[in-house]
């Protein structure tokens, strides 16, 4: 990428990561915000969005040939905060081959059953590939926290619920994420930031387009009422896990637009950051190259 344009987005997603979580507050964030570009910005953005994503193929490809790196990309958000579409678009160049999407529902018995990690630890991305989370072991301290009647029906032995629990997970999290960096996997986590009266618009589209009706659930409503549990419960597992190593980025989510282009940001600046190369091959490797040439040039008949 031209050193010019990488600047730019490096200069334009710095205000949204957060990687000293003592300091943030989530106030310091307007989901309204486009970073001061107008929205006379929005198509220069598109045009940006489509370099970058054609850059990120290319990176991609040489994450898949060194295969060394994992890379973990978690998203987290309110409802409607357009997870599913900015996963889409950031990630419409990229080979299908080397990139996986998971996404976090409700867990199933056979999950309950298990650790809170266990479910997340396996849809982990091999060397080489990019993992994307939608939704994560964040609802742990997210969703769990507001329903405290979730953790419950954990089945946990009782006297490991104290009220401890929450920041013993918070610690459970830091550490298994400093695990997964120091055995390669690269993370980055993304809080997409809305507000409650785009959320409100964005459900009551859904109601009135037919065509989106099935994104509708009455549940999300229900949950829309917990708002304010909800928004300490994102500000404090923020202060408590934004690492220099697994950041997380909180991205202003009223614009689709801007979003999506701070996420893309985000991800060129850490594929950069991990100085991706083709590998090169040792001489006698190389050599043994040229001796299977050889086999393969057709022979030149002799015509005489
Ligand atoms: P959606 O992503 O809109 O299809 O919804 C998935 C639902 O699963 C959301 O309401 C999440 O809060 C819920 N969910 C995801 N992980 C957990 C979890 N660990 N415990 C309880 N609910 C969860
Ligand atoms: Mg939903």
Known sequence: ????????????????????????????????????????????????????IGWLAEEQEKLFAQDKWAVLLIFQAMDAAGKDSTIKHVMSGINPQGCEVTSFKVP???????????RTNRRLPERGRIGIFNRSYYEEVLVVRVHPD??????????????????????????????????????????????????????????????KNWKFSAQDVREREHWDDYMRAFEDAIRATATPHAPWFVVPADNKWFTRIVVAGAIVELMEGLGLRYPVLADEQRAELLTMRQRLVPRKRNRS
């Open 108 to 118: 199933t018995s056979n999950e309950i059953d298990h650790d809170f990690l266990w």
């Open 150 to 211: 979730i953790l419950v029906r954990q089945k946990l032995p009782r006297g490991l619920i104290t009220k401890k629990i929450w920041k013993e997970r918070y610690e459970d999290i830091s550490a298994y994420e400093r695990y997964l960096t120091r055995n390669g996997v690269a993370i980055r986590k993304f809080f997409l930031h809305v507000s409650q009266e785009e959320q409100r618009r964005r459900f009551l589209e859904r109601i009135d387009d037919q065509e």
């Open 1 to 52: 990428m031209e050193t010019k344009t990488l600047k730019r987005l490096t200069r334009l997603i710095a205000p949204y990561r957060i990687d000293d979580g003592k300091k943030f507050k989530l106030k310091h964030v307007d989901p309204g915000d486009t970073g001061g570009l107008g929205s006379e910005y929005k198509d220069e953005a598109s045009e940006w969005l489509q370099q970058t």
